[in-house]
């Protein structure tokens, strides 16, 4: 009898190994996807900047400092590597675009240029979607930090090395480092 | 009275609840079908193979054919981008597949989504509910759309109706048994009961395919509100649908627990029997979450 009591205990924590590892693999991929999902849409609105820079400045043209603003936010974010930098940049660069956005009402003929509505059309839902795809990103990489850090979880995920996942979030002591000039 | 996920799953509990109901009668309306023809095997197998077939034919041509009822065409891509952009937002917003995007030509502002999963699912929203709304309370509508989706209430209704259009014929074989007697004995007992059968059980089954479809309405509407995280925008546009007074061209009573806008008017027969509670109850709702 008691010589079946050590295998099975050994069996038992292999099984169980084996589950823990899958399962923070698959969280790990869920991670993975979601942040792909963000960097589809960050491209995007990249790709989207100048086109609606170019349009605007066809009206604009004095408005410099605003473009200057959008291009170096962009810049800054074509730059970004981790889910935290990406989210300051993204950040700023929402905020310069939502000033472009503004200035557009002083300028009619601005508004109601048939590209600049659509490509505004086109950033605004991408923004919208970099909004949703955010929310699912930091629920699943919360998800995936509290599984690895949870006992008995943590000694399979040490063991393996799986890593804390940064979330796309902007903490409030960079919003004061980080200023975006706009005189 | 606010929603919770206790409420959402309790409604899933009476969901399967209702259905068991369903079948129940299903299988007791059989069996009288049995007894009148003085075999129980034959009152269930007929009640089995056309619960089967209507099933099939849901399942592969069901979504389709609610969309060809309503005269539904694909919307096009670059003529609505936005209404395009915006289910795409959503759908990230909801982890869904981007449903096919569906336009009906039509004044009355409504929408439906239908479709047996998620991965071949749709929505259709008329021109008027285009012309009528903003960009925030569009988004609210498809919200509550998806949500449908997401909560696989379009496979329920799908299969809801599939369960009352069962007991309906299920019920006119008995209606018409008793009357020319398949019963050789004559006798009345089975004629009695056969009528009462064919009369209630279609009755029964519309009021529990009705009290399904209510519940989520409240359901997805709490959805919609959790995707967009602007209860307002849903909410101003239930009210906009409320005020209209425009009525479909193409409006099909049986479809009519698909749409957004319940197409039935007010009056207390319609109440009782409306697939959507009062939109002023749902937009109250909204409000206080």
């Known amino acids: 009898m008691i010589n079946w009591i050590i295998p099975g205990a050994i069996a038992i924590v292999i099984l169980y190994v084996i589950y823990a590892y899958n399962s923070l693999i698959n969280l790990e991929n869920r991670v993975d996807n979601a942040w792909s999902q963000i960097r589809v849409q960050l491209k995007r609105r990249s790709d989207l900047i100048p086109n609606i820079v170019e349009t605007a400045k066809q009206y604009a043209d004095h408005e410099q400092d605003v473009f200057k603003a959008v291009s170096e936010a962009r810049n800054q974010l074509d730059g970004a590597a981790s889910p935290k930098e990406n989210a300051k940049a993204s950040e700023a660069l929402s905020s310069s675009l939502g000033r472009l956005f503004a200035i557009a009402e002083d300028y009619p003929d601005l508004k109601a240029d048939n590209n600049y509505r659509q490509v505004q059309e086109e950033l605004s839902s991408t923004e919208n979607k970099i909004a949703y795809a955010r929310q699912h990103y930091n629920d699943v990489v919360t998800a995936y930090n509290t599984r690895i850090e949870s006992f008995p979880a943590n000694t399979v995920a040490s063991t393996f090395s799986f890593n804390e996942r940064e979330l796309f979030q902007v903490e409030n002591e960079d919003l004061d480092d980080f200023t975006v000039s706009f005189s | ?289």
């Open chain 2, 1 to 289: 009275m606010t929603f919770t996920w206790t409420e959402i799953r309790q409604n899933n509990l009476k969901t399967s609840l209702l259905f068991f109901v369903f079948f129940g009668l299903i299988a007791a309306i059989s069996t009288v079908l049995g007894l009148m023809f003085n075999s129980l095997a034959l009152g269930w197998s007929i009640g089995l193979i056309l619960f089967l077939a209507y099933g099939a034919f849901a399942y592969y041509r069901g979504s389709q054919m609610a969309l060809s009822l309503n005269n539904a065409q694909k919307a096009d891509e670059r003529q609505y981008r936005q209404l395009h952009n915006i289910v795409e937002e959503l759908s990230i917003a909801a982890s869904l597949p981007k449903p096919d995007v569906y336009i009906i030509n039509e004044d009355a502002p409504n929408a439906f989504a239908t479709g047996m999963n998620p991965d071949q699912s749709a929505v259709a929203v008329t021109t008027g509910l285009l012309n009528i709304m903003d960009r925030d309370e569009v988004s609210g509508v498809i919200a509550h759309e998806l949500a449908h989706i997401e909560s696989r209430d379009t496979k329920t209704m799908l299969i809801a109706g599939v369960l009352v259009g069962s007991i309906v014929i299920l019920a006119d074989i008995i209606f018409h048994a008793s009357l020319f007697g398949g019963n050789d004995r004559g006798n009345w007992v089975y004629l009695i009961v056969g009528i009462l059968a064919s009369m209630l059980a279609p009755l029964i089954a519309q009021i529990i395919k009705l009290a399904v479809s209510r519940k989520r309405e409240y359901a997805a509407d709490a959805k919609a509100a959790q995707y967009t995280r602007n209860p307002e925008g849903l909410a101003s546009a239930l009210e906009k649908l409320g005020s209209t007074t425009k009525k479909m061209d193409h409006a099909n009573r049986s479809l009519n627990h698909l749409y957004i806008n319940s197409e039935l008017d007010g009056s207390f027969f319609n109440n009782l029997f409306s697939t959507h509670p009062p939109i002023e109850d749902r937009v109250k709702r909204l409000r206080d979450l």
